[in-house]
T-cell receptor
Framework: GAVVSQHPSWVICKSGTSVKIECRSL??????MFWYRQFPKQSLMLMATSNEGSKATYEQGVEKDKFLINHASLTLSTLTVTSAHPEDSSFYIC??????????????FGSGTRLTVV | AQSVAQPEDQVNVAEGNPLTVKCTYS??????LFWYVQYPNRGLQFLLK??????LVKGSYGFEAEFNKSQTSFHLKKPSALVSDSALYFC????????????FGAGTTVTVRA
């Protein structure tokens, strides 16, 4: 099935630095990628939708300048948390729309990135 | 607007007993409904979905869900739960639209005791 590879799985960074999270579609072309943020024992909050070759669409309340999303190719989307602060510590997950021969359209998710800002 | 409600934060069952995780939705038009399972510090794994057709949907790992349009529900069920089914379960919905965005419920933690 369609796989999205997300790296790193976890990262610890110092306050004020930037962190880049990558999501690669391994065996399909991801024209649309969704980026979510999840707090402990809570639901997924959609941060932004990225389309290959165009600017990302951010959800209300999400800071565009802090969470930079790039979708330069059909197999790679990145989320950069700029000038990270402890309140940015969270679990970040990417997701892509996929077509599966047996199931039709659906969504596949990366394994997530645990970001801790100290 | 679209939304999902999972009324139970936690569901506890004994191994071998039936498992039900509840989900109700609100959406304009016909819904696309999904169930996902999440293990600690992992992404979401697809269990099943309803797009159209038979109201009873069978999915992975012995799970099934029944679409009930009149009650706007899509409850997840498993006839005989396993300890390994202990995880966080999410119901999600999207409307037929151009943005393909999913809305997730708050999640239900399932604990299956041996």
């Amino acid at each position: 099935g369609a796989v999205v590879s997300q790296h790193p799985s976890w990262v610890i960074c110092k306050s004020g630095t930037s962190v880049k999270i990558e999501c690669r579609s391994l065996d399909f072309q991801a024209t649309t990628m969704f980026w979510y943020r999840q707090f402990p024992k809570q639901s997924l909050m959609l941060m932004a939708t990225s389309n290959e070759g165009s600017k990302a669409t951010y959800e209300q309340g999400v800071e565009k300048d802090k969470f930079l999303i790039n979708h330069a190719s059909l197999t790679l989307s990145t989320l950069t948390v700029t000038s990270a602060h402890p309140e940015d510590s969270s679990f970040y997950i990417c997701s892509a729309r996929v077509w599966d021969r047996g199931l039709g359209y659906g969504y596949t998710f990366g394994s997530g990135t645990r970001l801790t800002v100290v | 607007a679209q939304s999902v409600a999972q009324p139970e934060d936690q569901v506890n069952v004994a191994e071998g007993n039936p498992l039900t995780v509840k989900c109700t939705y609100s959406v304009s038009g016909n819904p696309y409904l999904f169930w996902y399972v999440q293990y600690p510090n992992r992404g979401l794994q697809f269990l099943l979905k309803y797009i159209t057709g038979d109201n009873l949907v069978k999915g992975s790992y012995g799970f099934e869900a029944e679409f009930n349009k009149s009650q706007t529900s899509f409850h997840l069920k498993k006839p005989s739960a396993l300890v390994s089914d202990s995880a966080l379960y999410f119901c999600a919905v999207r409307a037929y639209s151009n943005d393909y965005k999913l809305s997730f419920g708050a999640g239900t933690t399932v604990t299956v005791r041996a």
